[in-house]
């Protein structure tokens, strides 16, 4: 089965910058839409990025847009999430998740899609 293990997160200063890393292994990456999404103390989650199989379609939460850089590698079997610029606001357990899609998609959709998920890395951004 499909796992996937999250990293790079900690503690950083506002405006400081982190870069999340999500390594799969049991399957390569070539045919799945990876999306980053993050839950804060006391609020839901919610979706914050997300990049298409081929990695030609790419999507940002408005809280983020401007920031934040998706990309992936599929040669490293690897997705990453650059977070500039950031916020106290952006503080939670940031959490890659991957579905697989044969066919190339927009990668918008909702979180019930996704059928496989990482543990977590949490982010802190406090002075």
């Known amino acids: 089965q499909l796992q996937l293990v999250e990293s790079g997160g900690g503690l950083v200063q506002p405006g400081g910058s982190l870069r999340l890393s999500c390594a799969a292994s049991?399957?390569?990456?070539?045919?799945?839409?990876i999306g980053w999404f993050r839950q804060a103390p006391g609020k839901e989650r919610e979706g914050v990025s997300c990049i298409s199989n081929s990695g030609s379609r790419t999507n940002y939460a408005n809280s983020v847009k401007g920031r934040f850089t998706i990309s992936r590698d599929n040669a490293k079997n690897t997705v990453y999430l650059q977070m500039n610029s950031l916020k106290p606001e952006d503080t939670a357990i940031y959490y890659c998740?991957?579905?697989?899609?044969?066919?190339?998609?927009?990668?918008?959709?909702?979180?019930?899609?996704?059928?496989?998920w990482g543990q977590g890395t949490q982010v802190t951004v406090s002075s």
């Open positions: 049991g399957f390569t990456l070539d045919y799945y839409t």
């Open positions: 998740a991957a579905v697989w899609t044969p066919v190339q998609y927009t990668c918008v959709m909702p979180s019930s899609f996704y059928t496989s």
